[in-house]
């Protein structure tokens, strides 16, 4: 029975231990609420599956364009883009997903259905019954293009910037449960670890010296670490998006495809088979430009968006 006793005490003990070691060194310290969001720029309405952060600029008369962030950066990643759209006459609206930034983190599967939900919801919330011009970075690129198969007569027209798209991926082991994820995260260092990772979207990551410690910012909220994990067990089980993407292109609805030619996550020679699938899109390479165009090169980017928008009577 003194030996039992031993084992046991020593169980709790090594338990608690490493309960304690956990909350010291896990980022996400604090919860997303009223009080929390009294910090954050914009607005929120809440929608079916929990609150939605989002920001509106550029005149009311202006024609609706739509951001979608990227799968884990909020929706800061449009900066440049956002201010540069609003400046131009466009009523511009950027949102971000549950899970990210300011929104809520709901018990939910975190799919591209989620996702597609939370933009039909949002709309109908601001009350914009006409198309939008809808665009994605990176992958947002896969949820507006799941957006547009689902509600066609809601969009007006695509903007890609270096999209990403849903062609499936294998789960690596650490994401298939929560417990390896947050093991992972917390003492293996992937929290760190994907927050310097942000850098690698930038061709020239010495001229973004803030935007790593913006990204940690996002990591101290509950519940961030496990909607990315769910994302990307979504990603590696979905069906492949390439017959969305031919579908899509058989459409006249007009296409513009910006893509920074030094990307090292989405290689710029992938914008051969997109514009394969998409034969009416118009391309845009930008020069000196890694994952992030519209940050590097806003004076390329910008112009070429607004005549994008302006060529289709927006």
């Known amino acids: 029975m003194r030996f039992l006793k031993w084992s046991v005490g020593l169980v709790l003990a090594f338990a608690l231990a490493a309960f304690i070691a956990f909350r ?130 809601r969009v007006r027209s695509l903007i890609y910037v270096d999209p990403v798209f849903n062609t499936g991926r294998r789960l690596r082991k650490e994401e298939r449960s929560w417990l390896a994820w947050s093991y992972h995260n917390v003492f293996q260092g992937g929290s760190e670890a994907m927050a310097q990772s942000q850098l690698d979207d930038f061709f020239h990551p010495e001229r973004q010296p803030d935007w790593v410690a913006r990204y940690k910012a996002g990591q101290q909220w509950k519940g961030t670490r496990e909607s990315l994990r769910r994302t990307r067990v979504q990603i590696a089980v979905a069906p492949h998006q390439g017959d969305l993407i031919r579908q899509l292109g058989a459409d006249p609805r007009p296409v513009l495809i910006v893509w920074g030619r030094q990307d090292s996550g989405a290689p710029f020679a992938e914008s051969t088979a997109l514009l394969a699938a998409m034969p009416r899109a118009t391309l845009v390479p930008v020069d000196s430009a890694g994952h992030l165009p519209h940050i590097e090169q806003p004076r390329v980017v910008i112009p070429a968006v607004v005549s994008f928008l302006r060529g289709t009577g927006s």
């Open 24 to 153: 010291v060194k896990d980022p996400e310290r604090r919860s997303i609420n009223d009080e929390a969001r009294k910090a954050a720029p914009g607005r929120f309405v809440r929608l079916s599956q929990g609150v939605t952060h989002y920001e509106i600029a550029g005149p009311d008369s202006g024609s609706v364009v739509v951001l979608a962030a990227a799968f884990s950066v909020p929706a800061y990643l449009s900066d440049s883009l956002y201010q540069g759209l609003a400046d131009s006459g466009f009523r511009v609206i950027r949102f971000d997903y549950y899970g990210r930034g300011w929104s809520d983190r709901p018990d939910a599967r975190y799919d591209l259905d989620t996702f597609v939900r939370q933009l039909d919801e949002l709309l109908d919330s601001l009350r914009i019954g006409k198309p939008v011009n809808l665009g994605g970075l990176s992958f947002g690129a896969a949820i507006v293009t799941d957006f547009t198969a689902k509600h066609p007569d």
